[in-house]
């Protein structure tokens, strides 16, 4: 078992950036592949950007409507997941969720979120 808590969000302008942090405890973060998702109100939960379970592990995947924007890291030693928003647009105003694979060793395209954390806003105004 594994328990994320999502921090960082807040309100921000268009075109300002946030940097979202998720912090993994119960269970080691390495070597499970992460990713970030979100939920803007009346849609559906969306996938945002994966990484996988080490640095070797393949290139991080982005939705088409972050790539260049944002940026997904992690630190496997301090079991902390990152998402770098740069440039942010109103309609990146969500609220997002990290998650985290329960099957080791896959890479960012193979993740299959089963963790998620509670959920952190962001809301971006124009």
């Known amino acids: 078992q594994v328990h994320l808590v999502e921090s960082g969000g807040g309100l921000v302008q268009a075109g300002g950036s946030l940097r979202l942090s998720c912090e993994a405890s119960?269970?080691?973060?390495?070597?499970?592949?992460m990713g970030w998702f979100r939920q803007a109100p009346g849609k559906e939960r969306e996938f945002v950007a994966a990484?996988?379970?080490?640095?070797?592990?393949?290139?991080?995947h982005y939705a088409n409507s972050v790539k260049g924007r944002f940026t997904i890291s992690r630190d496997n030693v301090e079991n902390m997941l990152y998402l770098r928003m740069t440039m942010l647009k109103p309609e990146d105003t969500a609220v997002y969720y990290c998650?985290?694979?329960?099957?080791?060793?896959?890479?960012?395209?193979?993740?299959?979120?089963?963790?998620w954390g509670q959920g952190t806003q962001v809301t971006v105004s124009s």
């Open positions: 998650a985290a694979d329960k099957e080791a060793y896959r890479t960012a395209s193979e993740l299959v979120p089963v963790y």
């Open positions: 990484i996988g379970w080490n640095w070797n592990a393949g290139t991080p």
């Open positions: 119960g269970r080691t973060a390495s070597p499970y592949a």
